[in-house]
């Protein structure tokens, strides 16, 4: 039997994390880091994410950087390969990356529904499939791990009605994932955050065009009332439970989803 510090010993393993540069994506990529991965972080924000990088190395972690934009499908595999020849290995793959813009359905282009898709899904596709092969010539297993949402369970707000499918798409890819991965050891789990305070949710909420006469604060204040624990997730708190999933702490986990919302879909 292993003791609790070598089921969560990450040492000799190597991760991507795609939009590790902030907010979620930088608290998985510190977390598997503290671990003892190697960690790549894949985000299209060059400046951000080299700070990111140079911060989990100066703590004295091994990281690096690739700008890639996750829609693109010879910048990822630009990134896997990358990985691969900075690590010698790839064995954690977090697809994190997504957007979320807040336009009603009736009002949004076509152009903005193919860009939802091809960051939230078609980039978890393209990753999934070129880390797998690497595991696959490996021939140790890996750990393969989706960030979805509780809009992948339950909506959330008008305005997110395509956020919410490519968040259904991703749950529904990670369990068949996880059978067709099963046999090489691969397993593909999912985390369904629920309301988490990132930089990105800062800046949505700042663009919400409030009615006339609408208290912000009251706002926040109603939306904080309908989560048990009463305040929003912080991102080291969706890190932690990724290092779980990435870890031999989770070696008997494939196709499942863990949500994280502070008991928010209770309400």
């Known amino acids: 039997m292993q003791s609790i510090s070598e089921l969560l010993n990450l040492g000799g393993r ?3 994390v795609t939009g590790g540069a902030k907010g979620i994506g930088f608290g998985i990529a510190y ?3 503290e671990a003892g991965a190697s960690v790549l972080i894949a985000d299209i924000n060059p400046e951000v994410g080299g700070k990111a990088a140079k911060e989990l190395s100066d703590a004295g972690f091994k990281s690096d950087f690739i700008k890639t934009d996750v829609s693109e499908e010879t910048e ?5 390969d990358f990985a691969e020849r900075t690590f010698g290995s790839v064995d954690i793959m977090v697809n994190n990356a997504g957007i979320y813009p807040m336009i009603p359905a009736m009002k949004m282009a076509v152009e903005d529904f ?3 898709m091809a960051v939230n ?9 070129a880390v797998a092969e690497v595991m696959i010539k490996q021939k ?6 989706n960030i979805t949402s509780i809009d992948a369970l339950h909506p959330s707000s008008v305005g997110l009605a395509v956020y919410d499918a490519s968040k259904h798409a991703l749950w529904g890819f990670t369990k068949n994932m996880a059978l067709e991965l099963a046999p ?4 593909v789990n999912a985390i369904a955050p629920g309301g988490i305070q990132t930089p990105g949710v800062e800046a949505m909420q700042s663009q919400i065009k409030m009615p006339a006469g609408a208290d912000p604060k009251a706002m926040i204040e109603a939306f904080m009332a309908k989560i048990p624990m009463h305040r929003m997730g912080e991102p080291d708190e969706i890190g932690k ?3 779980f999933l990435a870890s031999d702490m989770a070696s008997y986990m494939t196709g499942s989803q863990i949500v994280v919302d502070g008991g928010a879909l209770l309400s």
Do not use: E, N, P
């Open 140 to 145: 140790r297993g890996g750990k393969i791990i």
């Open 121 to 129: 899904v078609r980039s978890a596709f393209m990753f999934t499939k």
């Open 184 to 187: 090489h050891k691969i397993w």
């Open 114 to 116: 193919k860009k939802i």
């Open 76 to 80: 990822v595999k630009a990134a896997v």
């Open 14 to 16: 190597a991760a991507i």
């Open 241 to 243: 439970v990724v290092l």
């Open 31 to 33: 977390r598997l880091a």
